[in-house]
């Protein structure tokens, strides 16, 4: 029995359309996809006439349904009115694109018949005409209007769709970039890998013992990163390798396509394809951060530096040519693209990258054939199909141009005399075919010989080859194939080697014409001829042809690169870089080189110039002497040599009509020509002087120094004054940026509106000076929590609360990781880069900063969790953790974040549950379970009852602290109390959120209700609800209750292993994990231990310090009562001095008049 297949209905988009129309399709025919208007209607007669034999042996012609959207056209049977519609039965007829249907046609003579023409197979040039019959004939119109406009609108949505660069299947790989080699051909053996790295490793060794010195003009740094001067570059530590996967892609007209093959150089080949030199072999510096996104696009590779958060490199599939794994160091790998050079030309470069082991590196090659080809199907199936003058097809299409709009006779004599230019056996097959179906008019009878020449021509076609197509095969081929086409081929090639002629004079005239134009704008300014024009135009005119590093019989030669790519030394010197004796191009490239030549003309300087070596053309000495003269005419009459600026006598006459009021030094007599070449800015030391038929124009007068010195000093003036308003635009832009990047982080809404009082309270924390060394009140801190927190200072409350743990806690309560400073951290590769790159796109998809692809927002969180996984090798990265580091990269900076997710890792031991054993993870889950038996019951065993554990639903909420289905205004405000109390706060969270909702979740009775009310509904509760449940967190505490729940899990586990009847091996097993387990718990406790034990000591000597403090306070108490009881003691004695005199006095008084 054969399987039933179904065909899913696509949903429309709520601003699409979809139209039904009941029609009867009348038949179809697979037609060539060349099929033209005038062939169509023939191609409709066909149908309809086979559909009238089919008719006589069952009804042919059935009633369906047409639906046209924007989003699909689909034909499908409709069911009687009295019949259901059934899948079995109903399937549909066709279904495709709107803008698939590239050819539609309304009968006139029958108005209710009409026929589009649909692409089917665009490889193979295969398309599809279907016939319909509309039981209105009013209606046809319409339905070919909808049909049009669901097209139009599809394209319009094709043209809007997103970048390349934010294509979700694209393929991402960390890669370290090593450097770059300029090479000397597009194909390269295997082994150019490893002679590449050992290119850098010397260069790099060379530079670090001589004297560093500047680079060349031209070798300019690569990706952003200079060259070294000081340290040789990291050799690789890879095991020799005896694989090579190499890939070459043929770089044609027609399309892409890449192949794998094994190159057929020699290994003593390799230096010679490499150019030596240091200014061409460029390895990056190791001090720099050289870890890059090799990302793979569908038709691009994108070079991505995760540090600028910029493009580095960016190639399209056409400019690759090689690709290959290195053979003594497979992680290395590179490939080959062309580069333009400053001429107009172009040169090869290989670009070496190194990745963390071999697998990646085969992968990366994979991923890259497979691009390859699928890019070349698409671009064989995206071009166009197109007719030429010899094409089968073309000569049927205007036939049936000619026959447009005859009667039948004349069309007859039409077709006879067609049949005579076809070979005798063709012109007997057709009789017979006809004469065999027996038509009965002569309409019949013309239908069935359009019908068999198109089926005569359709075979043709397939073996045809284009025009366009022949200039890529050589000569001699084009004349092999040429004389073994048979005899009814012979009439083409008149007609091909004609369209050829017309051509190329067509392309040399207009080259002529172009490069005249170009001549006369251009100005000279050095003593030497430029030729950077003319080689610029040779290589513009020969890229329509296939190029010269192109073609597999023309092999480059160095002297032939040299001319094709390096403009720069023929401009300095053009005597001795023209050939004496070319090399031998083919007859359509010399051609091109002559046409290039004589509307080449060169310019003179007045000095007097040497002509180029070699045999110019009659015509081009008569127009060097006549430049030569003209100048010298000029030089002569002016007195003093000046600088000219050249225009036709056409030009000049427009120029004088145009703005006769304007002096010759006006600037905008030149604003409308600027396309007749660059013109060199003007300046008051160089005067303008045009000629022509009419003679000199006037000069101007010359400048006192004076004058000249003012000029000079305000110009100079200006530019000083233009840079600092650029440096100050420049500074508010960049803060304008930061403003926006971080309006764009906080897009959020908030959970608990933070009062300006609490606002004011924060900002007086965070201002305080020295603020990392002093300990603030913890219930101020918590009552300021619970307050709120302002969304703008969150990542500085944040910071302020891990330096008050650390100053609570100066001993860390886990072991702490090595001290790396992120930026070296980043410069190294991490083997999580897979796991890593696949959940960029999975962590915050709706927010504005992280939804790019690979944009500022993804790049930065890419960095932090690379970083971690690299500095934790334990943990490395675990799925949940892009949402921590998420969230708080949105609240931080790139490296602040960094620091705090250390912070939540190892210092509150939120890394427990990232180990790769997940032991923690099943701890907490028995530990909620435990909760919410002993909070509330009967939603425990309302879930027991359905065997809902808690890993089917909470595993999320712990893995990424709700961030993955809870707003962020939300998680916010979990983190906050996660800063301030730990991670208990989750099991605080979780255990409110079940415990709020405990009666609608009671309320469903079945297991599938109950998680999709859980996962779904729960996260999406309303800001009260939100709030009342973070109020609720601050008041529970269940520190004890989680210890507890702890030592039970433990001793459960125990016992479950002594009680179960199980095999020795099993027991070992488990005995095994248990004894690990048990390691890392002593391990854990030996930490404890030893921070308990510090803490003690810590306690002791502070103690100690107390009671020195004290026994120093009791000794400064005694001697202050001694000075206390001395200075009592001295003021009695003073009172008692003082007391003296008084009683002393009036015994003088009395004993005074005795004395007398």
């Known amino acids: 029995m054969e ?191 490893d002679e590449c790295i050992e290119k850098f490793n010397h260069v790099s060794g060379s530079r670090g013992s001589e004297s560093p010195r500047p680079a060349p003009p031209h070798a300019a740094p690569t990706g952003g990163c200079q060259e070294p001067g000081h340290r040789p570059m990291r050799k690789s530590f890879s095991q020799p390798g005896l694989r090579s996967l190499t890939f070459r892609k043929e770089l044609q007209d027609a399309g892409l396509r890449g192949s794998g093959f094994f190159s057929s150089f020699e290994e003593s080949d390799i230096e010679n394809h490499l150019i030596s030199g240091h200014n061409i072999v460029q390895p990056t510096d190791i001090e720099e951060n050289r870890t890059m996104l090799f990302t793979i696009g569908q038709s691009e590779v994108y070079l991505i530096s995760p540090d600028t958060k910029k493009i580095a490199l960016e190639k399209n599939f056409k400019e690759i040519s090689f690709c290959s794994q290195g053979i003594r160091h497979v992680d290395h790998f590179g490939f080959i693209c062309r580069e333009s050079s400053g001429g107009g030309g172009f040169h090869f470069v290989c670009y070496v990258f190194q990745c963390t082991n071999e697998a990646l590196v085969d992968e990366i090659m994979l991923t890259l054939k497979q691009a390859f080809t699928v890019a070349a199907v698409q671009q064989t199936a995206k071009a166009p199909a197109q007719l030429c003058e010899g094409c089968p097809l073309q000569g049927l299409h205007k036939l049936c141009e000619r026959i447009e709009g005859m009667n039948s006779s004349k069309t007859k004599l039409e077709l006879q005399k067609h049949l005579t230019t076809l070979t005798n056996q063709e012109q007997a097959t057709i009789f017979e075919e006809v004469q065999k179906l027996r038509p009965r008019n002569e309409q019949r009878e013309n239908e069935l010989i359009i019908s068999f020449l198109r089926c005569l021509y359709e075979e043709k076609q397939k073996e045809h080859i284009h025009i366009g197509e022949m200039k890529q095969i050589s000569q001699i081929a084009a004349e092999n194939i040429g004389s073994e086409l048979p005899p009814s081929a012979t009439r083409f090639r008149l007609d091909m080697l004609k369209n050829k002629a017309k051509r190329s004079l067509t392309e040399s005239l207009e080259s002529i014409l172009s490069r005249g134009n170009k001549a006369r704008g251009l100005q000279e300014h050095s003593s030497s001829v430029d030729l950077d024009s003319s080689v610029s135009s040779t290589l513009s005119n020969t890229s329509k042809e296939p190029s010269v590093c192109e073609k597999e019989a023309l092999p480059i030669s160095e002297s032939s690169f040299k001319l094709l790519g390096s403009s720069e030394d023929l401009s300095s010197d053009s005597e001795s870089h023209l050939p004496e004796e070319p090399a031998p191009l083919s007859p359509q490239q010399a051609f091109r080189r002559r046409a290039n030549t004589l509307s080449h003309f060169p310019v003179e300087c007045q000095e007097s110039p040497q002509l180029a070596r070699g045999s110019p053309g009659v015509s081009q000495r008569k127009l060097l002497r006549d430049f030569e003269s003209k ?141 990392s060394k002093i300990k603030f009140d913890m219930e101020k801190m918590h009552s300021a929590v619970g307050q709120g927190v302002p969304r703008h200072h969150r990542g500085e409350i944040w910071k302020f609360l891990a330096e008050q743990f650390h100053l609570k806690h100066q001993f860390p309560s886990k072991q702490q990781p090595k001290d790396v400073p992120y930026k070296e951290l980043l410069k190294q590769l991490t083997s999580q880069q897979h796991a890593i790159l696949i959940d960029l796109g999975r962590t915050f998809p709706t927010h504005p900063y992280f939804s790019a692809q690979l944009g500022a927002g993804q790049l930065s969180l890419y960095n932090i969790l690379k970083a971690y996984s690299l500095l934790d090798q334990e943990v490395g990265y675990c799925q949940g953790l892009s949402f921590v580091a998420g969230i708080l990269l949105l609240h931080m900076s790139e490296e602040e974040a960094f620091k705090m997710l250390k912070f939540l890792m190892f210092d509150m031991g939120l890394r427990k549950q990232y180990r790769p054993d997940m032991i923690i993870l099943q701890i907490q889950m028995y530990q909620l379970s435990r909760l919410l038996h002993d909070y509330h019951r009967d939603l425990y065993n309302h879930l027991e009852e359905h065997e809902i554990g808690p890993s089917l639903y909470a595993a999320p909420w712990f893995l990424t602290v709700f961030a993955s289905q809870f707003p962020l205004g939300f998680v916010a405000r979990v983190f906050d109390m996660i800063f301030l109390q730990g991670t208990e706060v989750i099991f605080k969270v979780a255990l409110s959120l079940l415990g709020s909702h405990k009666p609608l979740i009671l309320q469903h009775e079945n297991l599938e209700t109950i998680v999709d009310f859980i996962k779904n509904t729960l996260p999406n509760l309303g800001l009260v609800q939100m709030e009342k449940t973070i109020n609720q967190v601050f008041e529970m505490d269940i520190v004890k209750q989680l210890q507890a729940y702890e030592v039970e899990y433990h001793v459960l586990q125990e016992e479950l292993i002594d009680s179960s009847p199980l095999s020795d091996n099993q027991r070992m097993d488990k005995l095994e994990k248990t004894n690990s387990s048990l390691r890392k718990q002593n391990l854990d406790l030996l930490e404890q231990l030893q921070v308990a034990h510090g803490r003690i000591q810590s306690l002791e000597a502070t103690i100690e310090k107390l009671l020195s403090s004290e026994s120093k306070l009791k000794q400064a108490m005694l001697t202050l009562e001694l000075e206390r009881s001395a200075l009592l003691q001295t003021v009695e004695e003073l009172r008692r001095r003082s007391a003296e005199p008084s009683r002393l006095g009036p015994e003088h008084a009395q004993l005074e008049p005795t004395g007398d």
């Open 3 to 193: 399987p039933i297949t179904f065909t899913a209905r696509k949903h429309l988009l709520p601003n699409e359309v979809s139209v039904d129309f009941g029609l009867q399709l009348v038949g179809s025919l697979p037609v060539h996809s060349l099929t033209t208007m005038p062939m169509l209607p023939w191609v409709v007669a066909e149908v309809r006439r086979l559909s009238r034999q089919s008719c006589r042996k069952e009804p042919a012609i059935k009633q369906v349904r047409l639906c046209v959207s924007p989003s699909g056209l689909r034909c499908e049977p409709e069911p009687g009115r009295s019949q259901q519609w059934d899948p079995l039965i109903c399937s549909s007829i066709f279904e495709c694109k709107p803008q698939h249907v590239h050819k539609l046609i309304h009968n006139s003579h029958d108005p209710s018949y009409f026929a589009c023409l649909i692409k089917e197979d665009a490889v193979h040039r295969q398309s599809i005409c279907y016939v319909f019959k509309a039981d209105d004939q009013t209606k046809v119109p319409e339905i070919i209007s909808s049909i049009r406009q669901a097209g139009k609108i599809a394209r319009q949505e094709e043209l809007h769709c997103p970048s390349e660069f934010d294509d979700t299947f694209s393929k991402k790989f960390e890669v370290l970039f090593c450097g770059r080699v300029t090479v000397a051909h597009k194909k390269a053996p295997p082994a150019l890998i």
């Open 631 to 771: 100048a010298n005419h000029v030089g002569d009459s002016g007195g003093t040599p000046v600088k000219t600026r050249r225009h036709s006598w056409r030009q000049q006459i427009f120029l004088r009509v145009a703005t006769p009021q304007k002096a010759c030094d006006s600037p905008s007599r030149y604003e409308d020509y600027s396309e007749l070449g660059e013109l060199p800015p003007r300046s008051p030391l160089e005067p303008v002087c045009e000629d022509g038929p009419f003679g000199p124009a006037p000069e101007e007068k010359k400048r006192a120094s004076r004058e000249l010195r003012e000029l000079w000093q305000k110009a100079i003036l200006q530019q000083i004054l233009l840079l600092r308003m650029e440096k100050e635009n420049q500074k508010l832009q960049a803060s304008e940026n930061d403003l926006l990047n971080k309006r764009l982080k906080l897009d959020y809404e908030e959970i608990t509106p933070c009062l300006k009082e609490v606002t004011t309270v924060w900002e007086k924390m965070l201002s305080t000076p020295g603020r």
